[in-house]
């Protein structure tokens, strides 16, 4: 079965960088993308970018770019988000997707609670 | 403000149907077959309910419906059961810089 596994929750101070695994199975990893979406406490999902496990091409959402990369290692079927310069309203819970094509996700991970605070 | 417009809550009774609306515009869901529906839990990650405006993954129950006119597509629940209690999404493929825009959510509420 599909399944995307995610790192654990982090608590980062303003300023700092945070970067996300989610370890995917179950599935040809290449033949997909991963997206991810995240979801600031009581609000809705806001799409932060995609990025090919074929072949590494990157969409950010233009509100992130400069401050956000996605990447994928296909050794270990894990794909890496970080994201750099944190604030406050960064502090969200974060999660990675297999996207069937860009605009279509058809599993999630868990998700990861980043904080930032100082 | 989100990209996509949705109702802040709806509610029915069992057994009875209801209809989401998802309102953007000829840059996005009127202008392509990339509209998807998404329910998701108190907690829970969102799990896929309907893509390309009308199809459903297998696993979903065909209580689930999907639709689109225009710039507005719509998902439609009926014979509602108390599980069906949770947050909707909808989300579509945008030509704009964004790429893919969400609604800003729908709580349903099973009386």
């Known amino acids: 079965q599909v399944q995307l596994v995610q790192s654990g929750a982090e608590v980062k101070k303003p300023g700092a960088s945070v970067k996300v695994s989610c370890k995917a199975s179950?599935?040809?990893?290449?033949?997909?993308?991963i997206s991810w979406v995240r979801q600031a406490p009581g609000q809705g999902l806001e799409w932060m970018g995609w990025i090919s496990a074929y072949n590494g091409n990157t969409n950010y959402a233009q509100k992130l770019q400069g401050r956000v990369t996605m990447t994928t290692d296909t050794s270990t079927s894990t794909a890496y988000m970080e994201l750099r310069s944190l604030r406050s309203d960064d502090t969200a819970v974060y999660y990675c997707?297999?996207?069937?094509?860009?605009?279509?996700?058809?599993?999630w991970g868990q998700g990861t609670l980043v904080t930032v605070s100082s | 403000q989100s990209a996509l417009t949705q109702p802040a809550s709806v509610s029915g009774s069992p057994g009875q149907s209801i209809t989401i609306s998802c309102t953007g515009t000829s840059s996005d869901v009127g202008g392509y077959n990339y509209v998807s529906w998404y329910q998701q839990h108190p907690g829970k990650a969102p799990k896929l309910m309907i893509y390309e405006v009308s199809n459903r993954p297998s696993g979903v129950p065909d209580r689930f419906s999907g639709s689109k006119s225009g710039n507005t597509a719509s998902l439609t629940i009926s014979g509602l059961q108390a599980e069906d209690e949770a947050d909707y999404y909808c989300?579509?493929?945008?030509?704009?810089?964004?790429?893919?825009?969400f609604g800003g959510g729908t709580k349903l509420t099973v009386l």
């Open positions: 989300s579509s493929y945008t030509s704009s810089s964004t790429l893919v825009v």
């Open positions: 179950g599935y040809t990893f290449t033949s997909y993308g």
């Open positions: 997707a297999r996207a069937v094509e860009m605009a279509t996700i058809d599993y």
